[in-house]
């Protein structure tokens, strides 16, 4: 099991920023395409972004480029989602997802799966 870790989830005022973490105890971290997804009260998941290996190839959604970044630290077997400018419709359940071909992850058909963090926009 990859044990994928979601933090760094809380109540955060619209217009601050936040940063989401999944980490994982597996050393073949770095095996792994890695991605977030979230889901809102009432509505499906939806994808967020995606982050290739070795982090050379990250995609978005359409409709949430520029207010997110997703990264990855593969000697601490991590990756990251920065959200910026939070808008009360941000608020979400936040869940990171691993696997080994990169259109799984993005699908959200993905093997693995943290539990997700609660990010809660305040307006």
């Known amino acids: 099991q990859a044990q994928l870790v979601e933090s760094g989830g809380g109540l955060v005022q619209a217009g601050g920023s936040v940063r989401l973490s999944c980490s994982t105890a597996?050393?073949?971290?770095?095996?792994?395409?890695t991605g977030w997804f979230r889901q809102a009260p009432g509505k499906e998941r939806e994808f967020v972004a995606a982050?290739?290996?070795?982090?050379?190839?990250?995609r978005y959604a359409d409709s949430l480029k520029g207010r997110f970044t997703i990264s990855r630290d593969n000697d601490k077997n991590t990756v990251y989602l920065q959200i910026t400018s939070l808008k009360p419709e941000d608020t979400a359940v936040y869940y990171c997802?691993?696997?080994?071909?990169?259109?799984?992850?993005?699908?959200?058909?993905?093997?693995?799966w943290g539990q997700g963090t609660q990010v809660t926009v305040s307006s």
């Open positions: 997802n691993a696997d080994g071909a990169f259109e799984a992850v993005v699908a959200g058909t993905a093997y693995f």
């Open positions: 597996r050393r073949t971290f770095s095996a792994y395409v």
């Open positions: 982050i290739s290996q070795n982090g050379d190839r990250t």
